[in-house]
């Protein structure tokens, strides 16, 4: 957390819970199975309640207990439980179509969280302790691994999914990196997220009514 | 003021909701289009009021608008008031080929007003997270009206619009998010205290060089995504073709240029910081990449709206081109073209909005003879395809001379060469595609009944077409003025 002197054991909880955040994407990374991914990011989401939480019990800010809770509230409970629901009411046990094999993606991911430790050191190791710099490049890297989520795998719960990993990457940096970051943006970001989802789970109910499934396999017409 | 600003708001607000509520389908028209030609009115006093007034700031500095936010609205505004125009007649014709339903039709205006009303408030916006955060519902909304008329098709054109696009702007919110930590670190002397553009720009020169280089290459990315720079342009020909005609123009003529007022900001901010070299060069790159593949995609069409959809690449790519070019003449022509675009690209979209219904394809091959089938738009859309093109007396062609100019008084004969070989190829195939629509020899087993659709469908062509040709032949003061006072904001 740039500009505040923590006591140590905040920089151990703190090294513990982003090492926990980056296994949480890579078990998104290794799955086949629609509820593990979602399960995943649920987890993914508490450990950044409670990273959220420590740093501001330890900085005294009351935004960032606000934006904890929020987090918890909105990230792990609400946006996990209508996944989940979604997949019950039309019975999904389909396995996630891979374009690229497990084995793979691991691998792929690991370069992504390299170049992105690479890209932090670069920008902000000037003026920024060791600890700050681990956890902002894991930020990072799960922005990447977002990306690489939507593009190498073919089903619209994976693509909701891979952007709300991005979005959990941007939320970690601008906690771990920028604390002092006003309240509204959070906010707003938070509202987004229930907006986006809301929308595109509506748009892929009319997809499962019109070509029967969720696999955007099909969605190849348009081209040119 | 205050006041003047929520009830401009709250205009679209109630027509969405009250069309949505009220269910009656002439009432949901009207209150629309009075409500667009209401707003149309109160842009023109917006920017009254920032011409004579200096900024409008208001609400704590929560919502300011200077020249360029205001000449975004107007820009907004018509579009708005021409597409709710042309949508009388659209989707009365939708209900009788189609069989639109009455839910979809109701959704149509409840979606349409809500879309206008976010373009409306990003200019306004002085935040710029809460900006990115109104675009990405702008993504929303007219992803709803994307799938107006729920197909396979159209629900896929949604799809890829709302992953990419949402993707995109979660880059610019990383953008946002470093610009706002360049500010706050040592050496900085933690000025930026909010992610204000005005307060951003005001401390331009104490931000950090190396994280505002890397933030402002996210937020042309970001950004650009919804503008329609390449290679992130692949969500825009799907959404503009299966949207229906007055969204198609509306996303085009107006989305596009809401989303290129944010990549200036920024641009104005990181060249104050960096030099505006640096910026600079980025639009230019983006914009030659852009070009060529908006040239390459108009010479490659098969469908009408994809045709234009390209030529909204090719426009935007110009843009930024001229915006890269800086200088007065470039700066200039930019938003001279940011106008032109504005009023010529609905013209097209409602051409091929009638040619859809009249021929029940979007495929350039089977419309031919639309000269002697439908006389009034086959007329207007071939004008306007002249000016779109940039022949004369059209405002695009001042404004793309004036880019012309300033390459050449840069001294990047490169950039002119590479320029005048895009327009010409544009040129040639937008024309020889036109000109087999207008004057082509109709199929003998086409027997459509011959003749127009009802005055809303052409009126709305030609009240923009008319404008493009006037301003064409002259430049009020006014508008010089305006447009000099941008010129200076941006630099």
């Known amino acids: 957390m740039l500009g505040y002197v923590m006591p140590l054991y905040v920089y151990v909880i703190e090294d513990l819970l982003v090492a926990l955040i980056l296994l949480s994407s890579f078990v998104m990374l290794s799955s086949r199975w629609i509820s593990f991914y979602i399960h995943a990011y649920g987890f993914q989401s508490f450990l950044i309640f409670i990273l959220t939480l420590v740093l501001g019990i330890e900085s005294q800010n009351i935004d960032l207990y606000f934006v904890a809770f929020l987090t918890l509230f909105v990230r792990t409970i609400v946006v996990p439980y209508i996944l989940l629901k979604m997949i019950k009411k039309f019975s999904i046990k389909e396995e996630v179509k891979l374009i690229i094999k497990i084995p793979l993606s691991i691998i792929s991911g690991l370069l992504l969280t390299v170049f992105a430790y690479f890209l932090i050191y670069r920008l902000i190791s000037p003026f920024s302790p060791k600890i700050v710099i681990n956890a902002s490049s894991i930020a990072l890297s799960l922005i990447f691994i977002g990306f690489f989520m939507i593009i190498s795998r073919f089903t619209t719960i994976t693509h909701i999914l891979g952007l709300l990993v991005i979005e959990n990457g941007i939320f970690l940096l601008s906690v771990v990196v920028v604390p002092t970051l006003p309240i509204i943006v959070e906010l707003v970001v938070l509202f987004d997220i229930l907006v986006t989802v809301a929308a595109m789970l509506i748009l892929s109910m009319f997809m499962k009514m019109r070509t029967g499934s969720f696999s955007t396999t099909m969605l190849n017409r348009l081209v040119g | ?491």
């Open chain 2, 1 to 491: 003021m205050k006041i003047f600003i929520i009830t401009f708001l709250i205009i679209p607000l109630f027509a969405s909701l009250s069309s949505f509520i009220i269910k009656n389908k002439r009432f949901a028209e009207y209150i629309s289009l009075f409500s667009s030609s209401l707003d149309l009115i109160g842009a023109f006093v917006i920017l009254y009021f920032s011409i004579s007034l200096k900024t409008v700031s208001i609400f704590n500095g929560a919502i300011v608008i200077d020249k360029f936010g205001s000449y975004i609205i107007l820009l907004v505004s018509i579009v708005y008031f021409v597409s709710s125009m042309y949508g009388i007649s659209y989707m009365r014709l939708a209900i009788e080929d189609e069989q639109m339903t009455d839910g979809e039709f109701f959704r149509y205006y409840l979606f349409l007003n809500l879309f206008a009303l976010t373009m409306l408030i990003a200019p306004m916006i002085n935040n710029m997270a809460i900006y990115l955060i109104d675009i990405e519902l702008t993504t929303i909304t007219s992803a709803f009206l994307v799938i107006a008329e729920v197909t396979e098709k159209s629900i896929e054109a949604a799809w890829k619009y709302i992953v990419i696009v949402s993707a995109g702007i979660s880059l610019a919110l990383l953008g946002t998010i470093l610009f706002y930590l360049s500010g706050n670190i040592q050496g900085s002397g933690n000025i930026a205290l909010s992610m204000d553009w005005t307060n951003l720009s005001l401390n331009a020169g104490y931000l950090n060089k190396d994280i505002v280089r890397f933030a402002f290459v996210l937020i042309v990315i970001g950004l650009g995504t919804k503008v329609g720079f390449a290679p992130m342009h692949t969500w825009l020909p799907d959404a503009h073709s299966e949207a229906p005609s007055p969204i198609s123009s509306m996303l085009s003529a107006s989305l596009l240029n809401t989303a290129m007022y944010g990549i200036m900001r920024y641009f104005n901010i990181a060249g104050e910081n960096l030099g505006f070299n640096f910026p600079r060069t980025i639009m230019i790159i983006t914009g030659l990449f852009s070009l060529f593949i908006g040239v390459m995609g108009i010479i490659n069409q098969k469908t009408t709206k994809r045709l234009f959809a390209y030529s909204s690449i090719e426009h935007m790519s110009i843009i930024s081109l001229g915006f890269g070019l800086g200088g007065i003449f470039g700066t200039f022509g930019a938003l001279l073209q940011m106008l032109g675009h504005s009023l010529i690209k609905p013209v097209m979209f409602f051409g091929s909005g009638n040619f859809l219904h009249k021929y029940k394809t979007k495929d350039i091959n089977k419309i031919k003879g639309a000269f002697y089938v439908m006389p009034k738009t086959a007329f207007l859309f071939s004008m306007g395809a002249l000016a779109l093109i940039g022949a004369p007396p059209s405002i695009i062609f001042i404004s793309e001379f004036l880019i012309i100019l300033q390459s050449l008084k840069n001294g990047y004969y490169w950039i002119t060469v590479l320029l005048i070989s895009f327009l010409i190829a544009a040129f040639v195939s937008l024309l020889s595609k036109t000109g087999s629509i207008v004057f082509g020899k109709a199929d003998d087993n086409f027997n459509a009944e011959k003749g127009d659709f009802s005055p809303f469908s052409y009126v709305p062509m030609l009240l923009p077409l008319a404008a493009c040709i006037i301003l064409g032949f002259y430049i009020p003061h006014s508008l010089h003025s305006l447009l000099i006072g941008i010129v200076h904001i941006i630099k």
